[in-house]
């Protein structure tokens, strides 16, 4: 008796995918209890259809297929489908790089698919319908929910092939199994209860390998490529949650993995392979391939071409280009996709939960013959997605860069091998990748990880830095540090995940996931996100919302007219990153991998899967009326991204050696790659100095309209857009920059920094800027700024001795003089002058120069015809610190401006007593600059310069030629015993003042308050005279100057 309803559930399955198969021979084998099946052809088409991706299988085939079905122990013991050898091969279907075929051409592809969707349905019908007019009784089936939730699936050895020009990857898995499980998520033969309406399954995989090789014109692979992922094994746990007992569909679906250790390895000759299997991955995403074309969305048998269909709730705020927005076409969305089928990646894996949870199938089927009941049955499943959250969780995941190199055997017969050497190695702890969904309205992905580091292993380019023989430190190998240890942070990146037993499904409770956009952003907030991580957090939010009432009406097509009055849908979409405090170090070593990982990158012919389609504007423009220009001005769906890095500390060391002339003209696009090898010996320098920059935080914001096409072509066709509409046709960035300091410091031989000498105190600056979507729509409006930028300063300080600034320099020449192998040496004595001993008191201190400006202000327009650039600067300093008396260190200033010099002419102007001007003080130097874009017609309109200049007072002072003139030398014991060099004082003492005054009638100095330069700064002072005193009494006098400029 069960044997008649069970038969036929396994048959539908094995015949719908497998070729030439009887089905008198395969019912008798499975009344027998076993069957196995040998050399089996996979019916290619059928998969295509299933996958609705844009792959072609080019052969499919199984070595050996065993069913297992316990007739007398059905009750109790699992159904188990055993497939030995596996084998697919697929490809990008033909021209789907190429402009996607007309109209007419989809209108014949859907009509053949659909005559072969009709011829495989009614065998399976045929197969079913003895068995299913009537329901079975209660209890069979009851029984048979239990079967088909138990069934066992078995895959050994799994073979996926997928090639695309010279590219040839393949995945292997050895074995493969999926089981039910019980609460422990041990192994049981488990079934869904009033009580416990949950069923969980386990899935595990082991030893699963990833090759990626390169093969000749031939199709042959020479040489194989060290695999990508070598043996790793990883399990899933899913968790389905029912609504009652009768629910086809769960209504939560859970499915998370976790991989203990996971142990990437690329080449250099696998990178640009590597990077073109992402950018297919991209170009699927966003449906830039296997879509349809541009106009082709107004007709539904088009648009039933779409083999990427909708991701749920991401794909149609991607899809910019590929069809109008909810926002301007209402609700004509919904009705497409009610007509026809669900054509979305999510749908197509929704698709195989009923075949695992349920056994329902048959009875869609039925359904499908009758529209009607299919119309219900899909707004049904409209009204109520199920929830699904899909995570990855990696504890260690390892990536290792690779330079490969041809190795011949000894024999000249024998073939060349591949040798391979390690060169970079990225470690990453804590990794996790979440997603959830319910159907379009609402889908999030985070993704964080604990920590991360990266590291430099053995030689690069011939240059033998971090062989074993250089015994050096980790320390030193390790060039990137960011987060924190797993160790220390503990198993946070696993919170409520199924492998975190205080999950509420590991503790029989339901979860409770937010679905709501306000919530959602109270709750994921960056510093929830930092404090689970560490290292690095992003949180991507789309939500759609369907607000009824209000404007419902005016939401429309603008390419068809059509009025919709089902409500405005409006779209959301944030993107959040942080990442945490990072410490980069860039020294010769670090430098020449992340280039020659650059150089390896750009080794390759591929053509891109979809080039940047040029700006046309539509000549077919819809003139809006001010209803539907109110209505569109309630809400704009924008994409809003926001980038923040926090406590970045940032080295750049002396170059130890500088090949970059081999590596940047490949980079410049210039020359073509060569593998160049250094012979000479590397030399590691100690100590070896470094300026250091730390920043405290980096925000960078970012927006643009989520269908920027469709609205420039809208709101530059209106007479007279609003303020409103034109700022959202702008992609608006904002880029500040808090505490950024720079500094020089030292790494010796024990692998320890000296004290920083700070060179720029810490400061804060602001950026601006905005640029016009689509400029060629705006042809006709030449007031229309196409680019905007705004920059903001309020102050900035840069401070250093003569010493410092020569080190300085010979940071930069090391990396500047390409060609030298090795760097050039540092002056002892310099690096003892400018980093001195902690206690050690210097005996002859250097002058130190400190200049600073204020306010800084400048900002950038240009239209279509002009550029405009304007900028304002508050105040100048420059001024001296100087030994003075006593020990102390005084003030002397040099240049300042704005300073009062109207009567600069008279000697009212040297004896008066000078106070601090106003705050309020015009600035010190204002200019705008306009320019024609096109400089052949500046005949006819011409270029504009004004400048306004206060003014500005310089002196002249003995102190900075002692400055300029500093050499380092060697310090010698009758060095040390010479008369140190005098300083100028700044302040004369009482007994030559008055001589000085009659002799040059110059002025004594008002008395300080504070000799701090930041103080000194801060308030416009007017220019000191200084009186120079050496043993011969020269008197130098002061110059000051004003510079008006009139235009």
Same mark, same amino acid.
């Given at each position: 008796?069960?044997?008649?309803?069970?038969?036929?559930?396994?048959?539908?399955?094995?015949?719908?995918?497998?070729?030439?198969?009887?089905?008198?021979?395969?019912?008798?084998?499975?009344?027998?209890?076993?069957?196995?099946?040998?050399?089996?052809?996979?019916?290619?088409?059928?998969?295509?259809?299933?996958?609705?991706?844009?792959?072609?299988?080019?052969?499919?085939?199984?070595?050996?297929?065993?069913?297992?079905?316990?007739?007398?122990?059905?009750?109790?013991?699992?159904?188990?489908?055993?497939?030995?050898?596996?084998?697919?091969?697929?490809?990008?279907?033909?021209?789907?790089?190429?402009?996607?075929?007309?109209?007419?051409?989809?209108?014949?592809?859907?009509?053949?698919?659909?005559?072969?969707?009709?011829?495989?349905?009614?065998?399976?019908?045929?197969?079913?319908?003895?068995?299913?007019?009537?329901?079975?009784?209660?209890?069979?089936?009851?029984?048979?929910?239990?079967?088909?939730?138990?069934?066992?699936?078995?895959?050994?050895?799994?073979?996926?092939?997928?090639?695309? *020009?010279?590219?040839?990857?393949?995945?292997?898995?050895?074995?493969?199994?999926?089981?039910?499980?019980?609460? #422990?998520?041990?192994?049981?033969?488990?079934?869904?209860?009033?009580? *416990?309406?949950?069923?969980?399954?386990?899935?595990?995989?082991?030893?699963?390998?990833?090759?990626?090789?390169?093969?000749?014109?031939?199709?042959?692979?020479? %040489?194989?490529?060290?695999?990508?992922?070598?043996?790793?094994?990883?399990?899933?746990?899913?968790?389905?949650?029912?609504?009652?007992?009768?629910?086809?569909?769960?209504?939560?679906?859970?499915?998370?993995?976790?991989?203990?250790?996971?142990?990437?390895?690329?080449?250099?000759?696998?990178?640009?392979?590597?990077?073109?299997?992402?950018?297919?991955?991209?170009?699927?995403?966003?449906?830039?391939? !296997?879509?349809?074309?541009?106009?082709?969305?107004?007709?539904?048998?088009?648009?039933?071409?779409?083999?990427? !269909?909708?991701?749920?709730?991401?794909?149609?705020?991607?899809?910019?280009?590929?069809?109008?927005?909810?926002?301007?076409?209402?609700?004509?969305?919904?009705?497409?996709?009610?007509?026809?089928?669900?054509?979305?990646?999510?749908?197509?894996?929704?698709?195989?939960?009923?075949?695992?949870?349920?056994?329902?199938?048959?009875?869609?089927?039925?359904?499908?013959?009758?529209?009607?009941?299919?119309?219900?049955?899909?707004?049904?499943?409209?009204?109520? $997605?199920?929830?699904?959250?899909?995570?990855?969780?990696?504890?260690?995941?390892?990536?290792?860069?690779?330079?490969?190199?041809?190795?011949?055997?000894?024999?000249?017969?024998?073939?060349?091998?591949?040798?391979?050497?390690?060169?970079?190695?990225?470690?990453?702890?804590?990794?996790?990748?979440?997603?959830?969904?319910?159907?379009?309205?609402? %889908?999030?992905?985070?993704?964080?990880?604990?920590?991360?580091?990266?590291?430099?292993?053995?030689?690069?380019?011939?240059?033998?830095?971090?062989?074993?023989?250089?015994?050096?430190?980790?320390?030193?190998?390790?060039?990137?540090?960011?987060?924190?240890?797993?160790?220390?942070?503990?198993?946070?990146?696993?919170?409520?995940?199924?492998?975190?037993?205080?999950?509420?499904?590991?503790?029989?409770?339901?979860?409770?996931?937010?679905?709501?956009?306000?919530?959602?952003?109270?709750?994921?907030?960056?510093?929830?996100?930092?404090?689970?991580?560490?290292?690095?957090?992003?949180?991507?939010?789309?939500?759609?919302?369907?607000?009824?009432?209000?404007?419902?009406?005016?939401?429309?097509?603008?390419?068809?007219?059509?009025?919709?009055?089902?409500?405005?849908?409006?779209?959301?979409?944030?993107?959040? #990153?942080?990442?945490?405090?990072?410490?980069?170090?860039?020294?010769?070593?670090?430098? =020449?991998?992340?280039?020659?990982?650059?150089?390896?990158?750009?080794?390759?012919?591929?053509?891109?899967?979809? !080039?940047?389609?040029?700006?046309?504007?539509?000549?077919?423009?819809?003139?809006?009326?001010?209803?539907?220009?109110?209505?569109?001005?309630?809400?704009?769906?924008?994409?809003?991204?926001?980038?923040?890095?926090?406590?970045?500390?940032?080295?750049?060391?002396?170059?130890?050696?500088?090949?970059?002339?081999?590596?940047?003209?490949?980079?410049?696009?210039?020359?073509?790659?060569?593998? %160049?090898?250094?012979?000479?010996?590397?030399?590691?320098?100690?100590?070896?100095?470094?300026?250091?920059?730390?920043?405290?935080?980096?925000?960078?914001?970012?927006?643009?309209?989520?269908?920027?096409?469709?609205?420039?072509?809208?709101?530059?066709?209106?007479?007279?857009?609003? $303020?409103?509409?034109?700022?959202?046709?702008?992609?608006?960035?904002?880029?500040?920059?808090?505490?950024?300091?720079?500094?020089?410091?030292?790494?010796?031989?024990?692998?320890?920094?000296?004290?920083?000498?700070?060179?720029?105190?810490?400061?804060?600056?602001?950026?601006?800027?905005?640029?016009?979507?689509?400029?060629?729509?705006?042809?006709?409006?030449?007031?229309?700024?196409?680019?905007?930028?705004?920059?903001?300063?309020?102050?900035?300080?840069?401070?250093?001795?003569?010493?410092?600034?020569?080190?300085?320099?010979?940071?930069?020449?090391?990396?500047? =003089?390409? !060609?030298?192998?090795?760097? #050039?040496?540092?002056?002892?004595?310099?690096?003892?002058?400018?980093?001195?001993?902690?206690?050690?008191?210097?005996?002859?201190?250097?002058?130190?120069?400190?200049?600073?400006?204020?306010?800084?202000?400048?900002?950038?327009?240009?239209?279509?015809?002009?550029?405009?650039?304007?900028?304002?600067?508050?105040?100048?300093?420059?001024?001296?610190?100087?030994?003075?008396?006593?020990?102390?260190?005084?003030?002397?200033?040099?240049?300042?401006?704005?300073?009062?010099?109207?009567?600069?002419?008279?000697?009212?102007?040297?004896?008066?007593?000078?106070?601090?001007?106003?705050? #309020?003080?015009?600035?010190?130097?204002?200019?705008?600059?306009?320019?024609?874009?096109?400089?052949?017609?500046?005949?006819?309109?011409?270029?504009?310069?004004?400048?306004?200049?206060?003014?500005?007072?310089?002196?002249?002072?003995?102190?900075?030629?002692?400055?300029?003139?500093?050499?380092?030398?060697?310090?010698?014991?009758?060095?040390?015993?010479?008369?140190?060099?005098?300083?100028?004082?700044?302040?004369?003492?009482?007994?030559?003042?008055?001589?000085?005054?009659?002799?040059?009638?110059?002025?004594?100095?008002?008395?300080?308050?504070?000799?701090?330069?930041?103080?000194?700064?801060?308030?416009?002072?007017?220019?000191?005279?200084?009186?120079?005193?050496?043993?011969?009494?020269?008197?130098?006098?002061?110059?000051?100057?004003?510079?008006?400029?009139?235009?």
């Amino acid at each position: 008796m069960l044997e008649s309803y069970v038969t036929p559930i396994l048959m539908s399955y094995v015949n719908r995918y497998i070729k030439n198969l009887k089905p008198s021979d395969l019912q008798l084998s499975l009344w027998g209890g076993d069957v196995v099946l040998s050399k089996l052809e996979l019916k290619l088409d059928v998969l295509e259809q299933e996958l609705k991706l844009p792959f072609t299988f080019l052969s499919g085939h199984i070595h050996e297929l065993r069913i297992h079905v316990p007739w007398t122990k059905l009750g109790s013991e699992p159904v188990v489908i055993t497939i030995n050898t596996m084998e697919c091969i697929l490809k990008l279907k033909d021209g789907i790089q190429d402009d996607h075929e007309s109209c007419g051409s989809n209108s014949t592809n859907r009509s053949t698919t659909e005559n072969t969707k009709s011829s495989v349905k009614p065998r399976r019908i045929q197969q079913a319908a003895p068995t299913d007019p009537d329901l079975p009784p209660g209890y069979v089936q009851s029984l048979i929910r239990r079967v088909v939730n138990n069934v066992n699936i078995v895959i050994n050895n799994l073979i996926l092939k997928y090639v695309e *020009d010279d590219i040839v990857l393949s995945v292997n898995i050895t074995s493969a199994e999926c089981y039910t499980v019980g609460e #422990l998520w041990d192994r049981a033969f488990m079934d869904i209860s009033a009580t *416990d309406l949950v069923l969980r399954k386990v899935i595990n995989f082991s030893d699963c390998t990833v090759c990626l090789d390169k093969r000749n014109a031939s199709g042959k692979i020479e %040489f194989y490529q060290d695999p990508l992922l070598y043996k790793c094994s990883f399990r899933t746990r899913l968790h389905f949650t029912y609504d009652n007992l009768n629910s086809k569909m769960p209504s939560v679906i859970k499915i998370h993995t976790l991989v203990e250790s996971l142990k990437l390895s690329i080449t250099d000759q696998q990178l640009p392979m590597f990077i073109r299997i992402m950018q297919l991955g991209i170009a699927l995403y966003y449906g830039e391939i !296997g879509n349809f074309k541009d106009g082709e969305t107004e007709d539904p048998t088009c648009h039933s071409k779409d083999m990427l !269909g909708n991701i749920t709730g991401v794909e149609d705020e991607t899809r910019i280009d590929m069809q109008y927005p909810a926002q301007y076409k209402g609700q004509e969305l919904y009705s497409q996709q009610e007509d026809e089928q669900p054509q979305g990646w999510v749908s197509w894996a929704w698709s195989f939960v009923p075949a695992i949870v349920s056994y329902d199938d048959n009875e869609e089927d039925f359904l499908g013959n009758d529209p009607t009941s299919a119309m219900h049955q899909q707004k049904a499943q409209t009204l109520k $997605d199920p929830i699904v959250s899909i995570g990855f969780y990696c504890t260690k995941a390892t990536v290792t860069f690779k330079l490969t190199e041809m190795q011949a055997e000894s024999s000249y017969y024998s073939p060349q091998k591949v040798k391979s050497k390690e060169v970079l190695c990225w470690e990453q702890e804590g990794t996790t990748v979440e997603a959830l969904m319910m159907g379009e309205p609402f %889908f999030d992905c985070q993704i964080g990880f604990v920590g991360c580091r990266a590291m430099c292993l053995k030689g690069i380019m011939g240059v033998k830095d971090f062989e074993e023989n250089m015994n050096r430190s980790e320390t030193e190998a390790c060039f990137f540090i960011c987060g924190e240890n797993l160790s220390m942070k503990g198993l946070t990146y696993l919170t409520n995940s199924l492998f975190d037993y205080r999950s509420p499904e590991n503790n029989g409770t339901r979860a409770e996931f937010i679905l709501d956009a306000a919530h959602h952003k109270e709750t994921y907030t960056e510093i929830a996100g930092m404090q689970r991580f560490g290292a690095f957090y992003m949180d991507y939010l789309y939500t759609m919302e369907n607000i009824s009432g209000k404007g419902s009406a005016n939401q429309q097509d603008f390419s068809s007219g059509k009025s919709e009055d089902m409500g405005v849908v409006q779209e959301k979409s944030t993107k959040s #990153l942080v990442i945490g405090p990072v410490d980069f170090r860039l020294d010769s070593s670090a430098v =020449h991998r992340i280039l020659k990982m650059i150089v390896c990158a750009l080794e390759h012919e591929y053509e891109p899967y979809s !080039g940047l389609k040029p700006d046309i504007k539509d000549e077919n423009e819809t003139t809006l009326n001010p209803e539907e220009v109110a209505s569109l001005e309630e809400y704009i769906p924008t994409r809003h991204t926001s980038i923040t890095l926090l406590k970045c500390t940032c080295t750049i060391f002396m170059a130890e050696f500088n090949l970059l002339d081999h590596l940047l003209p490949v980079i410049m696009g210039e020359k073509n790659s060569s593998n %160049f090898m250094n012979t000479t010996n590397f030399q590691s320098l100690r100590p070896l100095p470094s300026i250091q920059i730390l920043v405290d935080k980096i925000n960078l914001e970012h927006s643009v309209p989520m269908y920027a096409e469709q609205l420039v072509h809208v709101v530059s066709n209106l007479t007279q857009p609003s $303020d409103n509409l034109l700022h959202y046709c702008y992609a608006h960035c904002y880029l500040k920059i808090f505490g950024f300091q720079a500094g020089l410091t030292s790494l010796d031989c024990r692998g320890s920094y000296c004290l920083p000498v700070p060179i720029i105190p810490s400061f804060s600056t602001a950026l601006y800027v905005k640029l016009l979507k689509l400029p060629t729509c705006w042809t006709k409006r030449s007031q229309i700024a196409i680019t905007e930028g705004i920059f903001e300063l309020p102050n900035l300080t840069i401070q250093a001795t003569r010493a410092q600034t020569l080190l300085l320099q010979a940071i930069y020449q090391s990396w500047s =003089h390409i !060609g030298n192998v090795n760097s #050039l040496s540092v002056n002892e004595a310099l690096m003892n002058e400018v980093f001195q001993t902690i206690g050690v008191k210097s005996k002859n201190p250097l002058p130190t120069l400190e200049g600073s400006i204020q306010n800084v202000e400048l900002k950038y327009c240009s239209t279509s015809l002009v550029k405009c650039a304007s900028g304002t600067m508050g105040s100048i300093k420059i001024c001296a610190k100087a030994p003075g008396d006593s020990g102390k260190e005084k003030l002397i200033p040099l240049l300042q401006g704005p300073s009062d010099t109207k009567d600069l002419h008279s000697s009212k102007w040297l004896n008066e007593s000078r106070k601090p001007e106003s705050l #309020l003080a015009p600035d010190l130097i204002a200019f705008t600059v306009q320019v024609p874009q096109y400089m052949d017609y500046c005949h006819n309109s011409g270029a504009v310069l004004l400048c306004s200049v206060q003014g500005l007072a310089v002196n002249i002072d003995p102190v900075l030629y002692t400055w300029l003139i500093y050499q380092p030398q060697k310090r010698t014991s009758r060095h040390t015993q010479q008369q140190p060099v005098v300083a100028v004082p700044l302040v004369v003492p009482i007994s030559r003042r008055k001589e000085d005054e009659v002799s040059v009638g110059s002025a004594p100095l008002a008395k300080q308050q504070s000799y701090q330069a930041s103080e000194y700064a801060s308030s416009p002072i007017k220019t000191k005279t200084i009186t120079a005193q050496s043993h011969r009494m020269k008197i130098v006098k002061n110059f000051t100057s004003e510079l008006p400029i009139r235009i």
